[in-house]
């Protein structure tokens, strides 16, 4: 390696390379465990008060505009992109955060919790196929496998097997199917974006699209009326689950197959039911525990998968790295 080599190393700051998979797998994961971990603080917010669309907005809101400050002063390069790169940047967050969001909430509120986690996490089964059909990941046995396991510990964790619990809606459970879709869609496009633009560049246009999107929904545009004891809360919920969480969910996959990490992801789902059972004396079955069980299994079968075996992937520095080795 050139002395120049070296100089342009150190001074292209932004992490570009993820090179071994146990470390884009602990990525995912970390950011699964934040977001399973972030349903203790929304319960908080809602018990001040606010609705679920308005803790979407003000997390989308405050979250962008810290972001959008911080990255112009410590790596603007990240933050210009060409005006024709603006609507795909923007529809990623509007599916991800905005629609699938939404959709999901319905569901919920239709369903019940249970049918609506389950529909929700029909997620890797939509990403195999996605991703298989415009990504040209393979779509072979063991993966077929994970993703059955993993739905199938997803219906004993969230006690779908119990109809008592369940309540039927046919636009619910349509939201519950769009939920799992979208969030699918937002995991494929993000993973061919990824190969173009940096993971900070990516979370800050998402964050961006989500608040304008859901701004004319909102009853104040700013949030002058959030409760001084929800503020810590919500700020919790900003930085961690949602900044930390984002950037180092795409961190991950970049260097994953998007039908495996739909898998891991659903290690959120175990995380929300332990820390429930732990921490708020929630109920927790013999059958719940088949389910993690079944759900941590799926994700060592698509790691160890043979199919998905390979090399760490190079990945080419994303807009504004570039610019910055070459100035080195």
């Not at 002395?3 to 884009?24: K, N």
């Not at 046995?141 to 097997?161: E, T």
């Amino acid at each position: 390696m050139t002395g120049s080599t070296r100089s342009a190393v150190r001074v292209g700051a932004a992490p570009r390379l993820i090179d071994t998979r146990p470390v884009a797998t602990a990525l995912v994961l970390s950011a699964a465990t934040l977001w399973g971990a972030s349903g203790l603080v929304v319960r908080e917010l809602i018990g001040y008060g606010l609705a679920p669309l308005q803790i979407v907005y003000f997390s989308a809101l405050i979250g962008g505009l810290a972001m959008l400050a911080g990255m112009l002063v410590f790596v603007p390069r990240y933050v210009w992109v060409p005006w024709r790169a603006v609507p795909i940047l923007v529809f990623v967050g509007v599916v991800g955060d905005g629609f699938a969001y939404w959709a999901n909430t319905t569901a919920v509120s239709l369903l019940g919790v249970s049918l609506a986690v389950v529909l929700l996490y029909t997620t890797p089964a939509w990403v195999a196929i996605l991703a298989w059909r415009f990504l040209g990941e393979p779509l072979g046995a063991r993966r077929i496998l994970a993703v059955v396991c993993a739905l199938l510990g997803s219906v004993l964790v969230s006690q779908v097997h119990d109809l008592s619990l369940m309540q039927a809606s046919l636009f619910g459970v349509l939201c519950g199917i769009g939920a799992g879709m979208g969030y699918a869609v937002y995991s494929v496009i993000s993973k061919g974006l990824l190969h173009r633009w940096h993971p900070l560049t990516l979370t800050l246009y998402a964050f961006i699209g989500v608040a304008l999107v859901l701004m004319p929904l909102q009853p104040a545009p700013l949030p002058t009326a959030v409760p001084g004891g929800a503020w810590p809360w919500l700020l919790v919920l900003i930085f961690g689950s949602q900044l930390l969480g984002t950037v180092i969910f795409y961190l991950g996959l970049r260097a994953l197959a998007a039908g495996l990490v739909s898998v891991l992801v659903v290690w959120q789902l175990v995380v929300g039911v332990l820390l429930g059972v732990a921490l708020l004396d929630e109920a927790f079955s013999p059958l719940q525990g088949v389910g993690i069980v079944l759900i941590v299994a799926s994700v060592l079968v698509l790691n160890t998968a043979s199919e998905e075996r390979q090399k760490p992937e190079v990945i080419a520095p994303a807009v504004g790295e570039r610019g910055a080795l070459g100035d080195a």
